[in-house]
């Protein structure tokens, strides 16, 4: 059921800002934005949420569009250990099935 | 800290064959997941428990999976018998309460599971 739509891959320069699209156009109001990312042969990691403001943390920052349809994860200064595949997600604040897609590959290079 | 803790990291076996994968979740959480990942659907949610008791296990493929967890800081994935395509990563993840509904959930590094 995954309500997302993100690129496959992307690179980006090492020390570059890496902003990575998703977009949900038929997404809820009571429905939150949920980033992570998959290092190779590793676990999921939890990046950030939001529901319509801005967010910000130590490993990332969250745009949200006005309309919520669009969100842009921002890696301010990337590095090639931010090379994953980022999974935007969506769903209510109260549900415990988060539906990862297929996410977006990134590749820092050099 | 230790994190969620899985064993094992990696299991190949015969068709046919009895598979149990083991989790130890983070010491204080009390929602547990079993994730299931292969290149054809994804990550896909097996079961998750909270406070020991199975929530929703519509994810469970079939009678063959099963999943407990006699206490907070165990549980376990059955797959009796197993079958090629069953091979995939499984990973187990847990969270707390008032985590969990911001989303936080902790993985484990998965179980790699191959099935002759």
């Known amino acids: 059921d995954a309500k997302t739509t993100q690129p496959p891959s992307m690179d980006c320069a090492e020390g570059r800002a890496a902003n990575l699209p998703c977009n949900h156009s038929?997404?809820?109001?009571?429905?939150?934005v949920y980033w992570y990312r998959q290092i190779h042969s590793q676990g999921p990691q939890y990046i950030i949420h939001g529901l319509k403001n801005n967010e910000t943390n130590e490993m990332a920052s969250l745009i949200i569009t006005e309309d919520r349809k669009s969100s842009t994860l921002i890696l301010p200064h990337a590095t090639l250990r931010d090379t994953a595949v980022y999974y935007c997600i969506v769903r209510v604040a109260t549900g415990n099935q988060f539906y990862f897609g297929t996410g977006t590959s990134l590749t820092v290079i050099p | 800290d230790a994190g969620v803790i899985q064993s094992p990291r990696h299991e190949v076996t015969e068709m046919g064959q009895e598979v149990t994968l083991r989790c130890k979740p983070i010491s204080g959480h009390d929602y547990l997941f079993w994730y299931r990942q292969t290149m054809m659907r994804g990550l896909e949610l097996l079961i998750y428990f909270n406070n020991n008791v199975p929530i929703d296990d519509s994810g469970m493929p079939e009678d063959r999976f099963s999943a407990k967890m006699p206490n907070a800081s165990f549980s376990t994935l059955k797959i009796q018998p197993s079958e090629p395509r069953d091979s995939a990563v499984y990973f187990c993840?847990?969270?707390?309460?008032?985590?969990?509904?911001?989303?936080?959930?902790?993985f484990g590094e998965g179980s790699r599971l191959t099935v002759l």
């Open positions: 993840a847990s969270s707390r309460s008032d985590r969990v509904h911001t989303g936080e959930l902790f």
């Open positions: 038929t997404i809820s109001g009571n429905e939150y």
